[in-house]
């Protein structure tokens, strides 16, 4: 079955400092998406990429859709306390299923 | 409001019972998912249900059952063949199938 891996599993990054964390698919997607867990809480949807080769950007945080549709990345330009949590990529195959990503959990400290 | 909700936040569960978990979404959403979490880890998919009526095993459906009788609700049984049912629950629905899904804010399941 379809499989998305996350790497880093963990990244502590001083106030200030960029971040990056990377989402690899074993299968095609059809579209990607984004969701961030605050510590303590639940999954909230980022933001989705579709088209090959896709940037787009919210504020300080830049995602990005590889040109081969089975990777993505979210880079965060100087990072906040109020990033602190688990990034999590999900990818939609052909089934119209979406399997989440193993996350990156981030902690910012000052 | 529009929205997804769950109920208990937290539930006791005695060795050897069965412990049902509420989802509930307004959000006139077909598809609808649990999933378990435990610290400091990813999602795990344990059913979904794509129509009312239906639904689906999804990666480690083994100790729990569900059913979708309301388009609105999927309750989640978490049965006494769960051996290690201690989790973060995570229910979630989306227009249908692979569309970006909306949270509820979770039921934390303790053993006693």
């Known amino acids: 079955g379809q499989q998305v891996m996350q790497i880093p599993q963990y990244q502590h990054v001083q106030e200030g400092e960029d971040f990056t964390t990377y989402c690899n698919s074993s299968?095609?997607?059809?579209?990607i998406q984004w969701y961030k867990q605050r510590p303590g809480g639940h999954p909230v949807f980022l933001i989705q990429?579709?088209?090959?080769?896709e940037v787009k950007k919210q504020k300080r945080l830049t995602f990005q859709f590889g040109e081969a549709k089975k990777n993505s990345s979210l880079h965060i330009t100087a990072t906040q306390t109020t990033d602190v949590g688990t990034y999590f990529c999900?990818?939609?195959?052909?089934?119209?299923?979406?399997?989440f990503g193993t996350g990156t959990r981030l902690q910012v400290t000052l | 409001d529009g929205g997804i909700t769950q109920s208990p936040k937290y539930l006791f569960r005695k060795e050897g019972q069965n412990v049902t978990l509420s989802c509930e979404q307004n959000?006139?959403?077909?598809?609808m998912y649990w999933y378990r979490q435990d610290p400091g880890q990813g999602l795990r998919l344990i059913y979904y249900?794509?129509?009312?009526?239906?639904?689906q095993k999804g990666d480690i459906a083994e100790g729990y059952s569900v059913s979708r009788e309301k388009k609105e609700s999927f309750p989640l049984t978490v049965t006494s063949a769960q051996k290690n049912p201690t989790a973060f629950y995570l229910c979630?629905?989306?227009?249908?199938?692979?569309?970006?899904?909306?949270f509820g804010p979770g039921t934390r399941l303790l053993v006693l």
């Open positions: 990429l579709v088209k090959s080769g």
């Open positions: 959000l006139n959403h077909d598809a």
């Open positions: 299968t095609t997607l059809s579209n």
């Open positions: 979630a629905s989306s227009a249908t199938g692979g569309e970006t899904q909306y």
């Open positions: 999900a990818g939609r195959g052909t089934a119209s299923k979406l399997t």
């Open positions: 249900s794509q129509i009312v009526n239906d639904f």
